[in-house]
């Protein structure tokens, strides 16, 4: 019997976490693409759901391995289905954390944190984008900082993914006013202010599925 | 809005088996969406490949074949493709001489592009790309992604793939598809927005009496929303624009007046027309002029219009045999 104590993510963890994913992005899909069409090419949620489903297909009909053989998985099916800047953004994102985590079975706060860090710094990487462009890095690099902290205050896992989760949320709403500088939506200067940033939306559905299929499983 | 299709998710499946049907000439790997050349993979020269998202054919499956492209990429429509594709392509048409990569400088085309060169570079092919950035309707490029790529792709994936052709090594393919891509600049007016499939409606709103000025090929917004006007006009506004950007004086140019998908020919030779009455008041030579539908946006009713300052190497390779679906002389 699993409890709130318990302060580790195991594999199975690891894959509730994306098919929970999974199951948000169909739900909002429309949502993604309908904040798309204002300021990009409306195909958000439309690319993202084609990724979510064939990350569920690869992880529930084949079996698992290590954690890092989770990720990598995940990583090469978005990579490969996502197509547009965001499947290459976020399979860089799963790939990073495959390699940190490496061939690890459970990750505990400190290690998982580090490997979202590892894992959004690929995305920086990749993107060369820096946070206040209105991207998905304005929702990923506040919640890795809130990971990081929860994890060096020795705050329990659960709870440290509620605020990875919340530091996210804020970071997504965050990009309401801002002008983006990166991606499609820069081709319209100041006219992609007053909008919520589609990227940013999926990357903060992305940190509360985390915490809310580990709330779920643990209790 | 009425599409022929099947079903919006099937569109690019259902169009590559047509292409195949089509065009013995080339294959189609469907697991890949790699459209390549069925034969002619000849030891040691240059291979090119391009892509992006489809619906901006012939671009680029239809450039594929003798002295132009070995093999595009199709991705969903206006979506880059992937980096597995990118691989399958680059080992299926590698001939030991290396490839060269032509990208537009689209994030999601760059990035995709991007990991590929890695994933090919662990498989010990050399890779090299070259990025078209030729929008001019893009003023600011400090603070956004970039000038967009459009038609002078067209123009590059022509005098590289002669180049290629020729047998040269690939530094010296890449050293002018760079020379091109730097030396081309193009704009575009939409009149209508295209429709993606598997949006199924307007990708955005223009009202009947007003025009898109420097439209990007996937609907985005341009310079300005201006009200219709005579074609004269607005082909003064392309000109001006275009040669505000690059001096075309004293140099053979080659001209693309590309329909965007939605717009009868009748209407491009009447811009073309309008296009080179101005270029010839400003004393500026066109050597080469191709009109028609090349780089589209589905079904966009505009026009871009792309002028690359030429030189002789330039136009030499641009009459080289080519023998593609959309593209055909010499042969």
Redesign the interface.
């Given at each position: 019997m699993r409890t709130l104590e318990d302060s580790r993510l195991t594999v199975d963890d690891l894959i509730a976490w994306l098919v929970r994913f999974d199951d948000e992005i169909v739900e909002q899909a429309g949502f993604l693409t309908e904040l798309d069409s204002a300021i990009g090419d409306a195909d958000h949620g439309t690319n993202m759901a084609r990724g979510t489903a064939a990350v569920r297909v690869r992880l529930t009909e084949t079996p698992s391995g290590d954690a890092g053989a989770v990720l990598k998985s995940v990583g090469m099916a978005l990579v490969s289905t996502v197509g547009g800047a965001s499947g290459s953004l976020y399979g860089t994102l799963f790939l990073e954390m495959a390699k940190s985590v490496g061939t690890a079975s459970e990750l505990d706060t400190a290690v998982f944190a580090d490997a979202f860090r590892a894992g959004v710094a690929g995305v920086v990487a990749r993107g060369r984008a820096e946070p206040g462009d209105k991207t998905m890095i304005d929702a990923l690099q506040p919640s890795v900082e809130a990971l990081s902290a929860a994890a060096s205050d020795g705050v329990p896992l659960a709870e440290s993914l509620q605020s990875a989760a919340a530091a996210a949320a804020a970071g997504r709403d965050a990009t309401i006013p801002l002008v983006a500088r990166k991606g499609r939506a820069s081709y319209l200067g100041d006219r992609s202010a007053d909008h919520l940033d589609p990227g940013a939306t999926s990357a903060a559905i992305l940190v509360q599925a985390l915490a809310d299929s580990h709330a779920e499983r643990t209790r | 809005m009425k599409k022929l299709i099947n079903s919006p998710a099937t569109v690019l499946a259902d169009a590559l088996r047509g292409v195949e049907a089509a065009h013995p000439d080339v294959s189609v790997d469907y697991a890949n969406r790699v459209v390549s050349r069925g034969a002619d993979v000849k030891q040691g020269r240059v291979a090119l490949i391009s892509g992006g998202?489809s619906g901006h054919e012939p671009l680029h499956s239809g450039f594929v074949g003798l002295g132009m492209l070995d093999a595009a990429c199709a991705?969903?429509v206006?979506?880059?493709?992937?980096?597995?594709?990118m691989l399958a392509a680059t080992t299926a048409v590698d001939a030991g001489a290396g490839v060269l990569y032509i990208v537009k400088n689209?994030?999601?085309d760059v990035?995709?592009f991007?990991?590929a060169a890695e994933l090919a570079a662990a498989e010990g092919i050399e890779v090299k790309s070259v990025l078209v950035a030729d929008d001019v309707a893009?003023e600011?490029s400090t603070?956004?992604?970039g000038r967009?790529g459009t038609g002078t792709t067209v123009l590059v994936e022509k005098i590289a793939g002669a180049a290629a052709e020729e047998g040269r090594d690939l530094a010296a393919v890449h050293e002018i598809a760079t020379r091109v891509s730097e030396n081309g600049r193009s704009m575009g007016v939409a009149l209508t927005s295209a429709t993606?499939p598997?949006?199924g409606k307007p990708?955005f709103d223009l009202p009947d009496d007003e025009i898109e000025m420097g439209v990007?090929i996937?609907?985005?917004?341009g310079r300005k929303r201006v009200s219709l006007r005579p074609a004269s006009e607005i082909a003064e506004e392309l000109v001006s624009s275009i040669l505000a950007d690059l001096d075309f004086s004293g140099a053979p140019v080659i001209a693309l007046l590309s329909g965007l998908g939605g717009t009868p020919l009748i209407e491009l030779y009447l811009m073309y027309g309008e296009v080179a009455a101005l270029l010839e008041q400003r004393g500026i030579t066109v050597a080469r002029a191709l009109v028609g539908d090349y780089i589209t946006s589905l079904d966009m009713a505009g026009c871009s219009l792309t002028l690359l300052r030429a030189d002789e190497e330039m136009l030499r390779l641009w009459d080289a045999p080519v023998n593609t679906a959309a593209l055909r002389w010499g042969v």
């Open positions: - | 998202g991705g969903e206006f979506t880059s493709p992937t980096p597995d594709q689209y994030t999601g990035l995709n991007e990991m893009v600011d603070w956004t992604a967009r993606v598997a949006v990708s990007g996937h609907g985005e917004p």
